[in-house]
């Protein structure tokens, strides 16, 4: 007995793959929309976060 025989006594098990898809492709579109509206200068602080040795999220927020 394999997994999608558990599957198959299940009604309507076929909605949760394009219910899946739909939250992924949703989550992707909003992510894109939020960096294309962010601003140049913060696109800039957030791609140097990386490379700082002592960035932390607490001093950031202290001096906006």
Not at 18 to 43: D, E, N, P, T, Y
Request: charged share 15%; with cysteine; proline share 3%.
């Amino acid at each position: 007995m394999n997994f999608t025989y558990y599957l198959s006594d299940i009604d309507g098990v076929s909605i949760y793959p394009v219910i899946s898809l739909i939250i992924f492709f949703a989550f992707f579109v909003g992510l894109f929309i939020w960096v294309r509206k962010m601003s140049k200068g913060a696109a800039d602080e957030c791609s140097h976060i990386p490379l700082e040795d002592n960035y932390s999220i607490q001093s950031h927020l202290k001096n906006q």
